[in-house]
């Protein structure tokens, strides 16, 4: 094991996997910018180095620095977290050229989920459900109307290196193609640097459902379930449950195993999440996250399992600790981002928080990083802290989740906790009645 950890994130991420490292008697190191001084994840952390000024770009996802504090602490893991550095495979090359390990899939596996097109046909050869749509990357117009025939409208066109939604576009019918390449392309390069685009048929009302894996490089791998993300904002993720009220056991077991499966056969290691559209009871695989999610602890409250734990051994060398035999789902649970934003137009809310409590009790888990007199800096994501609340079933979390939005208070900003307390009493949230546009057509009409 481990005997020092860098963490290389910051806020409740950086936080969460502190704590883990400590109950596995690992040191930690925190990396903050000139922002995050007072930070929580700095104060509790066993040493501390700043790695620059406020910008990200300038602190961290500064890779140099990064090593650089790992040398002069001594750190000889880095575990990334979500966000900033944690899908990028030139990173964990260069960690690994410096003897330091890096808490997460190899570099190859990350480059290849990396690339929406590479990551298709890799689902493909592992006998993973997609979407019908372009083998590959869509070079020209013509091609591109020739596939878009060959699917049927509407279609998506998605940008390679995509991601949060960025770079996707939707064409209802021939008249809309030429314009929608053009927007991707164009959205595709800003953002991520790469023009490349690929085309998928547009499912109309599909719920989001992913499944959580873990593996351990050495042909053990193993399924957590599945977690439902169909409430979305933008193509972001607002609120989550575990199970999904979706589907059954039978489906749940066959999508898991065909996960499972699929994660052994590419010999997978640490954790990982396969994203799929779902509907009319077809799978249809859209992406796979090579690193920690940010509803993670959804999936911990209902099998027991701390993911971040198993990253860390697998990492260290171990293998997994569990075998598929010994998951085991418990009840429901659901996870709201609480962020610093207007609840009606989502602006960010940056600001001092001149009260803050959280709520508690059975079954209730609050994962975040800030206190009362923190100041939430507009440099970064505007979350400030994730409510999961676990039932022994779906109503009796429900009113858990009611009960305690009501004792949440965050004073001083504007946040999304009035958007969640409208959430739970909405008839359609309490059937489990929703799909991945359900809650923009709701904000639409709540305006």
């Known amino acids: 094991m481990f005997s020092k950890v860098l963490v290389a994130n910051r806020g409740e991420i950086a936080l969460r996997i502190q704590r883990a490292c400590k109950e596995l008697g690992i040191q930690t190191v925190a990396v903050h910018s000139t922002a995050d ?11 501390s180095v700043c790695i ?7 602190s961290y996802l500064d890779i140099p620095s990064i090593v650089a504090a790992c040398e002069i602490t001594g750190a000889e893991a880095v575990h990334p ?3 900033f550095l944690s899908e990028n495979a030139r990173f964990a090359e260069i960690l690994e050229a410096h003897g330091i390990a890096f808490i997460g899939p190899s570099a190859e596996h990350i480059r290849i989920m990396g690339d929406k097109i590479a990551a298709k046909k890799t689902a493909v050869e592992l006998g993973i459900p997609v979407v ?11 091609e591109a109307r020739r596939i878009a025939d060959e699917i049927g409208y509407p279609l998506l066109v998605k940008a390679a290196a995509g991601g949060g939604g960025r770079g996707m576009k939707v064409a209802r019918g021939p008249n809309e193609l030429e314009h929608a390449l053009a ?12 023009d490349a685009v690929y085309l998928e048929k547009y499912l109309a009302t599909p719920r989001h459902i992913e499944v959580q894996v873990l593996g351990d490089g050495k042909g053990n791998a193993v399924h957590l379930g599945e977690r439902d993300c169909s ?18 056991e039978d489906q749940r077991a066959e999508i898991g195993e065909t996960v499972a499966a699929a994660m052994r056969k590419l010999g997978y290691s640490g954790a990982g999440t396969i994203e799929f559209l779902y509907e009319d009871g077809n799978f249809y695989f859209i992406e796979m996250n090579t690193r920690l999610q940010v509803e993670h602890p959804v999936t911990e409250m209902i099998t027991g399992i701390d993911i971040v734990h198993e990253q860390i051994r697998v990492a260290a060398g171990a293998t997994l600790s569990v075998s598929q035999s010994d998951v085991r789902f418990d009840g429901h649970a659901i996870e709201c981002r609480i962020n610093a934003e207007d609840p009606r137009t989502f602006m960010p809310s940056p600001g001092r928080i001149s009260h803050f409590h959280t ?11 800030v206190y009362q007199g923190y100041v939430i800096p507009p440099y970064y994501d505007s979350l400030i802290g994730k409510l999961i609340v676990h039932g022994r079933n779906r109503v009796e979390c429900l009113m858990r989740l009611r009960r305690c939005l009501d004792e949440f208070v965050v004073d001083g900003i504007n946040t999304t906790i009035p958007l969640f307390r409208q959430l739970v009493d909405h008839p359609d949230i309490a059937d489990g009645s929703y799909d991945i546009h359900w809650l923009e057509g709701f904000l639409a009409d709540s305006m």
């Open 231 to 248: 409430l979305q904002r933008r193509h972001q993720k607002v609120w989550e449950e575990a199970l999904s009220p979706a589907l059954n």
């Open 81 to 83: 977290g979500y966000g």
């Open 183 to 194: 927007n991707a392309r164009a959205e595709a390069k800003s953002a991520f640097g790469d």
């Open 132 to 142: 019908p749509g372009s083998e590959g990357g869509v070079e020209t117009d013509a």
């Open 37 to 47: 001084a007072n930070a929580m994840h700095v104060r509790l952390a066993d040493e």
């Open 359 to 369: 709520p508690g009790g059975l079954g209730v888990r609050v994962d975040s990083a």
């Open 52 to 58: 620059g000024p406020p910008t990200a770009r300038d």
